[in-house]
């Protein structure tokens, strides 16, 4: 069985901090993908990043970074300088391929505030 | 935009009447996914399906009934309702491809149950 673990519930600091969100996950697969997700206050969920199982490259796209561990399995968020519209609470995600095609299941979130 | 509509947007219903949220896609995608948002527990997939009349079930799949057929019709039936089914729901998409699988929501929908 799959899980994705975020034992962070809660974390808040101040601006222009750096934070990290912890993603660890559990799978047999040898194939999967990994996501972040970030939901505002408004409530849509925002896809911000996807990686394959293959690919352990750590990504940086502005502000943000992302450390892909396949030997602890974990998949960290960075925020470097973080802003008050980082606020939100944002999911991590592990998909896996089924007889019946991809299911994906998240972690509890970790709900972000940034405070100014 | 990955052409999600769900609908109804906001319902509240009372225990033990029967309720059908709709989940309809613009651009033909395969898969498609009803989650449940509550606190504490993050997303939980209820089903997901991956062709038409192909459904299967996710985590929290008791008392939730699924259809699917017509591609781009998803819909999440709740039998009885029960205050416990008082939730968030989002309808998702799954877009395919040499990228890889990405999931996509729609805007969710309010359900309570009084």
């Known amino acids: 069985a799959q899980k994705v673990t975020q034992a962070q519930t809660e974390i808040s600091v101040v601006e222009k901090e750096d934070v990290t969100l912890d993603c660890v996950y559990e799978t047999r697969d040898t194939t999967y993908y990994l996501f972040w997700y970030k939901q505002p206050p408004s409530g849509e969920l925002v896809f911000l990043i996807r990686r394959n199982s293959f690919d352990e490259q750590n990504e940086i796209s502005g502000r943000y970074s992302w450390n892909f561990q396949k030997s602890t399995s974990s998949f960290n968020f960075t925020i470097t300088a973080s802003q008050v519209v980082d606020s939100a609470v944002y999911f991590c995600?592990?998909?896996?391929?089924?007889?019946?095609?991809?299911?994906?299941?998240f972690g509890a979130g970790t709900r972000l505030f940034v405070k100014a | 935009d990955a052409g999600i509509t769900q609908s109804p947007r906001h319902k509240v219903t009372e225990t033990g009447t029967p309720v059908t949220l709709r989940c309809h896609q613009t651009e033909n995608h395969r898969y498609m996914y009803w989650y449940r948002q509550d606190p504490g527990h993050g997303l939980r997939l209820i089903h997901y399906?991956?062709?038409?009349?192909?459904?299967d079930k996710g985590e929290v799949s008791d008392g939730y009934s699924v259809s699917r057929s017509k591609t781009e019709d998803f819909l999440l039936t709740l039998e009885s309702a029960t205050s416990s089914q008082t939730s968030v729901y989002f309808c998702?998409?799954?877009?395919?491809?040499?990228?890889?699988?990405?999931?996509?929501f729609g805007e969710g929908s309010w359900l309570t149950v009084v």
């Open positions: 399906s991956y062709g038409v009349k192909d459904t």
């Open positions: 995600a592990l998909s896996v391929l089924n007889t019946g095609g991809f299911k994906t299941i």
């Open positions: 998702a998409i799954s877009s395919t491809g040499t990228a890889g699988n990405t999931i996509y």
